[in-house]
């Protein structure tokens, strides 16, 4: 049971590059999000989707783009790479959505931007 | 708006010892509170959670519970092992569409 599968775990951008950071799951959960880490911060949802065809900004979208074309994938795309894009970033799936949903979580990719 | 704030780490604990993580929230109605632990390599998975005032959460050892008169969600084990070694991110739902606001996280350390 593979549950939420993150590549790659580790990756180095120049200033302007552009990159996708796979997100795929085989719980068939219809909820997707992304999540960034800053050192020393909380986590911050960037965009989520409630199902395929669907999704919608959370607290920190800019700089990033989202596609939710299966229920399984759910990729993040950076498309100009800046410095204050380097962050831990995690990728989630729930069955449904509400207070009480288990969140599923993705392993983390590091991300640096220099 | 909702908030979360989680004590600073690193704790560092022996084997057996007695262990409380602190957190606090701000929150607007009547939030469910959940902790989150990370171990080394993996992603954030559901500790335990408490969805009303003065419920008690508790899994693998550890419990929590909701204290609506302090506005708090401590985090507490009576005897941590080295395996119990990780990072703990205090979370509740938020009031937008019931999304989850994380705190900073702790992480513990414990040696034998």
């Known amino acids: 049971n593979a549950g939420v599968t993150q590549t790659p775990k580790f990756r180095i951008l120049k200033i302007g590059q552009s990159m996708t950071l796979q997100c795929t799951q085989d719980m068939n959960h219809n909820y997707m999000y992304w999540y960034r880490q800053d050192p020393g911060m909380g986590l911050k949802l960037i965009y989520y989707s409630v199902g395929a065809g669907i999704t919608d900004k959370g607290e920190v979208p800019n700089g990033y783009n989202v596609s939710r074309s299966t229920t399984e994938d759910f990729p993040l795309r950076l498309e100009l790479a800046a410095p204050s894009q380097t962050s831990v970033y995690f990728c989630?799936?729930?069955?449904?959505?509400?207070?009480?949903?288990?969140?599923?979580f993705g392993s983390g990719t590091q991300l640096s931007v220099l | 708006g909702n908030s979360v704030t989680q004590m600073e780490g690193p704790v560092t604990l022996s084997e057996e010892a007695f262990l409380t993580i602190n957190c606090t929230y701000t929150a607007t109605g009547y939030p469910s509170l959940f902790w989150y632990v990370q171990y080394p390599g993996e992603g954030l998975q559901l500790l335990l959670k408490a969805t009303k005032a003065d419920d008690k959460g508790s899994n693998k050892g550890f419990e929590a519970t909701y204290r609506k008169e302090t506005t708090s969600f401590h985090l507490e084990k009576g005897s941590v092992q080295v395996s119990d070694s990780a990072v703990y991110f205090c979370a509740l739902s938020g009031p937008v569409a019931d999304k989850l606001i994380f705190g900073t996280g702790t992480r513990l350390q414990v040696f034998p």
């Open positions: 989630a799936s729930s069955y449904g959505q509400g207070p009480n949903e288990k969140l599923f």
